[in-house]
């Protein structure tokens, strides 16, 4: 049987005003954490249904989300202290796919999607041989940098309103990327608009592309349907088949995916 | 103390317990099974069926509200052959009923897919004529009690299988679209599918949900239900199974002294996915320390003189 903890909250820092990292204790009977799952957090306190976070970071004893305060729910869980406890069910949906035999990957993360790709990269670094290039879209301050400094063979950033590597959005940065290299694989994960860009992007040069896609959830399990994702089918009269972003996802492949219908 | 005797037989259905789960909120049980015992569930509502597979409504199809949530879910689902073949097997291995939801966009629709799950393994048919989220079909056939009347009558007249049918909250008045189920041939009564509602997001100016509006639930929609299955529960002799927005035995207590004689959790798994095995142990507990050895000594056992009754009831403005 699958279990709900409750887990003690070690620490929480703010990143920036509206950026937050809770650090949570690690149950033993948890299982393996793999890269690009989630969880779905919740307190007394929180408005009526669960959130889904990404898995920020992890080790043993520990695991981490980091939290952007966006409406009620994730400004209530911002005011937890430590020794608070918060409702946990996860680890939740598929991981991305990582192969060894990968030379050179492209790893972007926009806004709210850059947590989940410290984890990726990190699992790149230590599973591959593959030469790392990160790319990271902001609106304002950079966060989690550090994260990447000591994995990426190359990291760019990009924010709307602070200069960094680029002023603008981080799809100029890939733009430029895939027209300057082959990559055997490109990982992404942000806003939707940015899913999309890129995704249409690597599906013209024809380079593989897995895509973490973000959707409004209920159940996160899989049972309510209220989750999904237009992926082609050509059994169906419509030639798409609506997935589950949280059982079937959260990530699929740039090539199954229908942005247009 | 004796444990109290929590089965229910609801007219010629057999339930080891008053547990049951709401039709798209339990999926066809597989992923629920990964946290309770499907053993320990009276019967499970499976997903809405439809003949063929169907896509459902663009996204989003959730929002969130005050205690509830609304969902435009349109009925997506594979189908009922799919169900038949890969699901209903799967199923057959637990100790719990299988109530097979179904959803036709016209009379002979809902006539096919009767017959279709006719079959050794689905223990009954919930005919839904309350979906407010399918244009054609669902609600419009649950509104009108003429309608009622007939689509009843024409799938009663297509199945011997023992019959359910889920009324719609969004009616003038409940008891005449009751009456009118039993009138048709219903064996019992499934009630509060959805009520329709709508949130706005006031920084877009728009309606979260693609489709606008959606079917409310949650514990937001309770004391309506309750009222409804009162209100059914006093006109009807078949039973009825209450639902909307149970979430602990209190609440399940509530529906089965309104006069429910099993009851059905939906949203709430989606808050807390142990909650059925929750209720189902807290209902046993509270029964034993109040001395109550069977669900018959709460069904409709409300303490609300008749006298009273009259002014509890209450007119819908024309
Ligand atoms: C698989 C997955 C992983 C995620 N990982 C992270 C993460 O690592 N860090 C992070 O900050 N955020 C992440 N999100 C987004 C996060 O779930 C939402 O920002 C959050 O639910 C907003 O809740 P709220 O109460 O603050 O906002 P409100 O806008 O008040 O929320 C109202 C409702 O909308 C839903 N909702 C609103 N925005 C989103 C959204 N973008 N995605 C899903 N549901 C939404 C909420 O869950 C809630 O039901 C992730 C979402 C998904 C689906
Ligand atoms: C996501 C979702 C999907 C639903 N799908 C169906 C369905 O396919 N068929 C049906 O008869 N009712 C459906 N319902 C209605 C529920 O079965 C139930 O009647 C309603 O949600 C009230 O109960 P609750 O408040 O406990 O959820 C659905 C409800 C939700 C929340
Ligand atoms: S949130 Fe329920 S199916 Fe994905």
Redo the contacts between chains.
């Keep these: ?2 279990q ?1 903890f409750n887990c003690e909250v070690v620490s929480k820092t703010f990143l920036n005003e509206d950026v937050y990292t809770l650090k949570l204790k690690r149950p033993q009977q948890m299982g393996d954490i793999r890269p690009s799952q989630f969880f779905n957090l ?1 307190t007394k306190a929180m ?4 959130r889904p976070i990404s898995i920020s970071n992890f080790d043993e004893e520990t695991f981490d989300f980091t939290i952007i305060i966006k409406g009620e729910g994730t400004k209530i869980l911002s005011e937890v202290k430590a020794g608070d406890l918060v409702e946990v ?1 996860g680890p939740l949906g598929n991981t991305y796919s990582i192969d060894p035999e990968h030379k050179k990957v492209l790893v972007i993360g926009g806004g709210i999607g850059v947590p989940p790709q410290a984890v990726l990269s990190e699992a790149l670094k230590r599973d591959t041989d593959a030469h790392i290039t990160v790319q990271l879209g902001f609106r304002n301050e950079a966060y989690l940098v550090e994260r990447f400094d000591g994995v990426a063979d190359v990291l760019q950033i990009a924010s709307e309103n602070v200069d960094y590597d680029h002023k603008g959005y981080v799809t100029d940065l890939t733009a430029k990327a895939l027209e300057e290299n082959d990559f055997d694989m490109v990982y992404v994960c942000g806003p939707h608009i940015l899913i999309e860009k890129v995704a249409k992007m690597c599906m013209t040069k024809n380079v593989p592309v897995q895509l973490l896609m973000e ?15 237009k992926v082609k089918d050509d059994t ?1 009269p ?1 030639g ?3 997935k589950r972003v949280c ?1 079937d996802g959260p990530v699929f492949w740039g090539s199954e995916v229908l942005f247009d219908a | 103390m004796r444990k109290p005797d929590l089965s229910v037989d609801l007219n010629g259905l057999k339930l080891h317990n008053p547990i049951t789960v709401a039709s798209g909120t339990f999926g066809f049980g597989r992923e629920y099974s990964e946290y309770v015992d499907l053993n320990n569930i009276g019967a499970i509502m499976v997903k809405g069926l439809t003949l063929a597979p169907k896509l459902g409504n663009d996204s989003p199809r959730v929002a969130e509200t005050a205690m509830g949530m609304l969902n435009s879910v349109g009925l997506q689902n594979p189908g009922v052959e799919y169900f038949l073949k890969n699901d209903l097997p799967w199923l057959g291995e637990f100790n719990t009923k299988v109530i097979a939801n179904i959803n036709g966009t016209n009379i002979e629709e809902y006539c096919r897919i009767a017959e279709l799950t006719s079959v050794k393994g689905v223990h009954s048919l919930e005919l839904n004529i309350s979906c407010p989220n399918v244009k054609a079909g669902g609600l419009a056939f649950g509104t009108d009690p003429d309608m009622v009347y007939r689509v009843v009558k024409e799938v009663r007249e297509a199945t011997g299988h023992h019959l359910i049918v889920k009324l719609s909250p969004n009616v003038k008045d409940i008891k005449d679209i009751a009456l009118a189920a039993e009138a048709g041939g219903a064996d019992c009564l499934s009630m509060i599918n959805t009520l329709t509602g709508m949130v706005i997001d006031i920084d877009s100016r728009k309606p979260i949900l693609a489709r606008g509006i959606g079917g409310l639930s949650g514990p937001a929609v309770k004391p309506v239900a309750v009222r409804m299955v009162y209100e059914a529960a006093s006109v009807v002799g078949i039973p009825i199974i209450g639902m909307g927005g149970i979430a602990n035995y209190r609440d399940a207590v509530e529906f089965l002294l309104a006069g429910a004689g099993a009851i059905s959790i939906g949203t709430s798994n989606f808050v807390n996915p142990k909650v059925t095995e929750e209720v189902l142990n807290d209902l046993e507990n509270w029964m034993m320390k109040n001395g109550y050895n069977s669900i018959d000594e709460l069904v409709g056992k409300l303490d609300f003189p008749k006298a009273n009754a009259g002014s509890c009831t209450f007119e819908v403005p024309k």
């Design positions: 049987m699958k709900l919740h408005p009526y249904l669960k069910q959707e409004r959830m209920a159940c996160g399990i899989g049972a309510c349907m209220v989750c999904t994702c169906m419509e798409y088949w609506n059982k």
